[in-house]
């Protein structure tokens, strides 16, 4: 069993920044994806971005070049560093860790942005 447990979410206007963290209660990133994903009342949960397996990352379109992914794998943590954020960023956070056979998820960090 893994937890996973967010942190760094709150409050901040628009085009400010947060940092959210993830950390995991035993390593368990090789031969894992890690992700991160968001969710609004009434909509379903969307992926943010995925670090494959401790190498690439994808982003959704709605956050490219603006969000940053990463991974510290001695720390057993994942990062998820968010500029120029907008109000549409406003969501709940989770983190997740895919190894194809079990999914992982965090109980979620909210992030608001005002705008």
């Known amino acids: 069993q893994v937890q996973l447990v967010e942190s760094g979410g709150g409050l901040v206007q628009r085009g400010g920044s947060l940092r959210l963290s993830c950390a995991a209660s035993?390593?368990?990133?090789?031969?894992?994806?890690m992700g991160w994903y968001r969710q609004v009342p009434g909509k379903q949960r969307e992926l943010v971005a995925v670090?494959?397996?401790?190498?690439?990352?994808t982003y959704a379109d709605s956050v490219k070049g603006r969000f940053t992914a990463s991974q510290d794998n001695a720390k057993n943590m994942v990062y998820l560093q968010m500029n120029s954020l907008k109000p549409e960023d406003t969501a709940v956070y989770y983190c997740?860790?895919?190894?194809?056979?079990?999914?992982?998820w965090g109980q979620g960090t909210q992030v608001t942005v005002s705008s």
């Open positions: 670090i494959i397996n401790g190498g690439a990352t």
């Open positions: 035993r390593s368990i990133f090789s031969s894992v994806n």
């Open positions: 997740n860790a895919d190894s194809g056979i079990i999914t992982y």
